[in-house]
């Protein structure tokens, strides 16, 4: 029995006989039914690629079930049977793809063992061209490239299999009328800032400077919509030195005697702005550290928020109460594809 010693080994690596690196214990290699059965062989590649176009009927028949089942009446049974069948087909879709990958390593692919030395640096050339044909004669035992009806299959169930999470995601988004939901709130001309929980009106003498009131609109505290309402109509309303504020043109008259108020709902996602600093005059939302200059008209200075907090124009009425001038100039809370930053 020859001897050799592997290269670039460390003092007192010990000595391994030549053969040993050839067969260094595996169980001799077996031939599959396939390998030795062409028809054996034919009639697997047809199970898998039938898999897999098992798999794309699951997927599409998802989607067919989350289409035909109307669930916009709240009806609990067509809901339940919705959810069900949506599932079942994306189970089916990922399972028969799984089934069929695996089927075709262990029934298609060569299945013998090999071991191979690696070393610590830069191969030489040759062991490189050599890892070049370790890959080509994968490629050719695989029979990715020769079997052409098993790729397709399985690149069409992949594919596919994608489809019903577009779906889905898709009528995530607002539409339709509810995009008219979130672009209204209940401010409109004429009704009163009151406080929030309480429901007492504000005067213009009772905003303070430094002080910070939490509003919502006059009568929402009755509404059975109360929490919808208030997670888009509720403000904030402060007093500020009218020469500390910068109001652009057109805002002339959004603001009295120095009080402003803007909307509460970060426009980052949604979370409520509610820490007001009095001596920086900056608005943080608590959430993820967004913080809005109210010298600024809200203008963010930190933070993932892209766009200012919207302002609610407001006045005085002839009692003295504060009251808004109209509902927002532009949608209130966060930003998504169908409304633009």
């Known amino acids: 029995m020859s001897e050799i010693e592997l290269p670039e080994r460390p003092a007192g690596t010990a000595i391994i006989p030549s053969d040993a690196i050839e067969n260094p214990g595996f169980p001799p290699a077996h031939e599959r039914v396939a390998d030795l059965d062409p028809n054996r062989e034919k009639g697997t590649r047809r199970g898998i690629t039938s898999l897999f176009w098992i798999s794309v009927i699951g997927s599409v028949g998802s989607i067919a079930a989350y289409i035909a089942i109307p669930i916009e009446n709240g009806d609990p049974n067509l809901l339940r049977l919705s959810t069900m069948l949506i599932g079942l087909?994306?189970?089916?879709?990922?399972?028969?793809?799984?089934?069929?990958?695996v089927h075709w390593s262990k029934a298609l692919m060569k299945g013998h063992e090999l071991v191979e030395e690696r070393h610590d640096t830069r191969s030489e050339e040759p062991t490189r061209e050599r890892v070049v044909e370790i890959f080509k004669e994968a490629n050719e035992e695989s029979g990715f490239t020769r079997r052409k009806a098993l790729v397709g299959g399985l690149i069409t169930a992949g594919a596919v299999s994608a489809v019903p999470a577009v779906v889905l995601l898709r009528d995530l988004a607002p539409q339709?009328?509810?995009?008219?939901?979130?672009d209204h709130t209940m401010w409109d001309k004429g009704i009163r800032l009151v406080k929030d929980p309480s429901g007492d009106p504000v005067k213009a003498d009772d905003v303070t400077l430094g002080s910070v009131f939490h509003i919502v609109p006059d009568g929402l505290l009755d509404r059975e919509d109360a929490l919808e309402q208030k997670a888009k109509a509720a403000v904030l309303l402060m007093r500020l030195k009218p020469e500390d504020l910068h109001i652009s043109a057109g805002r002339e008259s959004w603001s009295y005697n120095g009080i402003v108020a803007y909307s509460k709902i970060c426009t980052h996602v949604g979370c409520p702005v509610a820490l007001y600093e009095q001596q920086t005059h900056h608005l943080l939302c608590p959430c993820h550290?967004?913080?809005?200059?109210?010298?600024?008209?809200?203008?963010?200075?930190?933070?993932?928020?892209?766009?200012?907090?919207?302002?609610?124009?407001?006045?005085?009425?002839?009692?003295?109460?504060?009251?808004a001038q109209s509902d927002f100039h532009e949608p209130v809370g966060p930003s998504y594809w169908e409304r633009s930053l």
Do not use: C, H, M, N
Request: proline share 9%; glycine share 12%; aromatic share 6%.
């Open 176 to 182: 339709g009328p509810v995009l008219d939901k979130l």
């Open 89 to 101: 087909g994306i189970a089916l879709a990922l399972l028969a793809i799984g089934i069929g990958l």
């Open 289 to 323: 550290q967004s913080q809005f200059d109210i010298t600024q008209e809200a203008r963010v200075i930190f933070g993932p928020a892209k766009r200012p907090l919207p302002q609610l124009p407001i006045a005085v009425d002839g009692e003295g109460y504060l009251v």
